[in-house]
C-alpha cells in the first residue's frame, strides 16, 4: 500500500495498472503463489480507475452468451485445481448441476461478468479501485532505472515492474463524436434507460460483428414499435469461424509459433483468421435475425431493415433526433434517415501504453510502425539502463497474435508474466550478491539497495 514519498518508500515486486479479466488472473496467480508457501512472496498492488469491478458492463444484455468457452475462465488453462475457477464458482452459487444439465460450454455473459466479480472480491486486499493512474516515473539509481513510482490521486505506489493492462478504447467511425444521441455499443444498457418514457421510432446501428448483431436484437426487442436499420459494409452478417482447427490459433503454443514467426507469416496469419474474431456473428444469432427479416416481409410490417454494402457518411443532430447519412458502396447513392439514437458498434482499439509511460517512453524500443517491441514474456524492450520491467497484457497482437486482448489465453500468459517477474527478481538479488560492498555514501532505499532520484 502507498507509503509517503521520499527515500524510505517500500517497494513492492509490481503495480498493475487497470483491473479487468487480465490483471484479475494476473492477482489471482499471485494470490495462489503466495498462499502456497515455500518461497518468497510476491508484493503487488492494483490499481483500477473505476469505482468497482466491471467488464462491458454497458453489452450485458440478459440473453447474450459467452463466445469462448467456460474452460477459457481466469485459471483453468494455468491450474485445473484452481478454487478460482468458473466451476469452483457455480459451486458456491449452487448452480454446478445445472449448468452441467445445460450441456453448454459458452455460459451467459451476465453469468460469467458474476464469476469474475466473485473471483474480484476473494483478491480485493491486492485492489484500490477509484485509482486511476495519472503517471509512471522512473527511479534512478546510478544511472540506472531501477524502478517505477507509479502515480494515482496524489499517491505513490514504487514497483520494480508495471503491468499494463488498460484494456481496449471504444472506436467511432471518422467524425462521428459521442453524444446523447450517437452512442458506441459499450454504452447501450447504460444510456438505453434514458430514453424511458418515450417512444423512439428508428434506430440506426452501424456494425457487422457481434456486438452489432446483439445491439439490433436487443432494440429490435426492447422497441416494438420502432424501426431497426443495420448498417453493414458487408453483404450479410458473416459467421465466426469456431471450427476446432481454427481455434487452435488461441492456443498457449500458438503463441510461441506466432512470436517466433516472419512478419510476412504474422501478417498472413491475422488475415487468414480474423474471421475467428473480427467482424462476425454467432450463427444462432445470425439465423434469429434472418428469420426476423423473414418473418416480417410475410407479415407486411417490415421493422427490421439491413442496409447492406453501405456505410455511415455523416451524423448531424438536429431538433432532439439525429440525422444519419447512409452512402451506398455500390451505387454511391445516399439516404438520410432521421434516428432517435445512432449506435455505432465498430470496435475498440488497443490503449496506447506510451503516454501513461511519461519520458520512460522514450526508453522503450519501438518497430517501424511505432508499435511497442515486446519480449516474448509480454515485456516491453527497453534500453540497457532500464532494468525494472514494463509489462503489457493487451495492445499485443502484432507480437503474440489474436489472443493478445481476448480471455482465451488469459490464465496463462498471467503465469508467464509473473514468472517473468519472479525469474528477474532472482537474477537481480543474485547480482547485487555478487556485487562488490560499496562504501556506505548514501541513505539506503528499502527494497533496492541505494537511494532513488527522478530521471
Known sequence: ????????????????????????????????????????????????????FG??????????????????????MRDPTSSFSFLSYLHERGRLIDFVNHKSLFPLRIEFHDYLEWAAARVADMVRYAAEVTTVRPVVVDGIVTAFDVESGGETFRARNVVLAGGLRPALPPGIVASRRVWHSRDLLTNVDSLNGTDPARFVVVG??????????????????????G???RYGYSPADDSPFANRIFDP???DDYFGAPAQ????????????????VDTDLIESL?????????????????????????????????????????????????????????????????????????RCHRDERGLAVVERDYRIRTDAGVRAGIYLQGGTEHTHGLSSSLLSNTAVRSAEILESVCERRQEEAAADVAEPVEPAAEPALSGSGRAGTYA
Open 231 to 233: 448498417v453493414l459494409s
Open 208 to 229: 457487422a460483428g457481434q456486438s452489432a448483431a446483439e445491439v439490433t436484437a436487443f432494440l429490435h426487442e426492447r422497441f416494438p414499435a420502432a424501426e431497426v436499420c
Open 253 to 255: 503454443l500458438a503463441v
Open 55 to 76: 467488464w462491458h458492463r454497458g453489452m450485458l444484455i440478459e440473453d447474450a452468451t459467452m463466445q469462448v468457452s467456460f474452460l477459457k475462465d481466469l485459471v483453468t
Open 1 to 52: 500500500m502507498p507509503q509517503p514519498r521520499g527515500d524510505e518508500t517500500p517497494v513492492v515486486d509490481l503495480v498493475g495498472v487497470g483491473f479487468g479479466p487480465s490483471n484479475l488472473a494476473l492477482a489471482i496467480a499471485v494470490h495462489e503463489r503466495n498462499a502456497a508457501g515455500g518461497q518468497d512472496p510476491v508484493s503487488a498492488v492494483f490499481l483500477e480507475r473505476q469505482a468497482s
Open 290 to 362: 434472418y428469420r426476423r427479416v423473414y418473418r416480417e416481409k410475410v407479415l407486411g410490417t417490415s421493422r427490421l431493415r439491413l442496409l447492406n454494402v453501405s456505410r455511415l457518411t455523416a451524423a448531424e443532430e438536429t431538433a432532439g433526433r439525429v440525422a444519419v447519412t447512409v452512402e451506398s458502396m455500390l451505387t454511391g447513392a445516399r439516404t438520410v434517415l432521421p434516428a432517435d439514437v445512432l449506435v455505432c458498434a465498430t470496435g475498440y482499439a488497443p490503449a496506447d501504453p506510451f503516454p501513461l509511460l511519461g519520458v520512460l517512453a522514450d
Open 265 to 280: 507469416v504474422k501478417s498472413m496469419l491475422l488475415g487468414y483468421h480474423a474471421n475467428t474474431n473480427y467482424s462476425v
